[in-house]
Nanobody, 124 residues
Framework: QVQVVESGGGLVQAGGSLRLSCMYSGRAFGTIAMGWFRQAPGKEREFVSTINWSGTTTTYADSVKGRFTISRDNAKNTVYLQMHTLKPEDTAVYYC?????????????????WGQGTQVTVSS
């Protein structure tokens, strides 16, 4: 049974930092690609970042490039999203997506599993 569980969200002031974690259980973690997405109230779920099976290839949305870093620890079945210089517009529920392939992309319909999300709120 596949489980995807995000954690690490919270309330932070603008300019602050947070680190999100996504723990996965199911198919061998070293064979799947992962992605982070976010959804603000009244908006569509949008791409934030992806990482391939080995952690050697990452992608970022322009809005977070230079501020967010995605990484993974295959020994811990966990992917991380380190967020720095947070802005009020980063406020959203952040979701972790799992794709049963070695690489993935920014479209939500490519993902096979999702976590329940973790709320990030950035105050001005």
């Amino acid at each position: 049974q596949v489980q995807v569980v995000e954690s690490g969200g919270g309330l932070v002031q603008a300019g602050g930092s947070l680190r999100l974690s996504c723990m996965y259980s199911g198919r061998a973690f070293g064979t799947i690609a992962m992605g982070w997405f976010r959804q603000a109230p009244g908006k569509e779920r949008e791409f934030v970042s992806t990482i391939n099976w080995s952690g050697t290839t990452t992608t970022y949305a322009d809005s977070v490039k230079g501020r967010f870093t995605i990484s993974r620890d295959n020994a811990k079945n966990t992917v991380y999203l380190q967020m720095h210089t947070l802005k009020p517009e980063d406020t959203a529920v952040y979701y972790c997506g799992v794709r049963n392939e070695l690489i993935t992309g920014p479209k939500t319909d490519r993902y096979d599993y999702w976590g329940q999300g973790t709320q990030v709120t950035v105050s001005s």
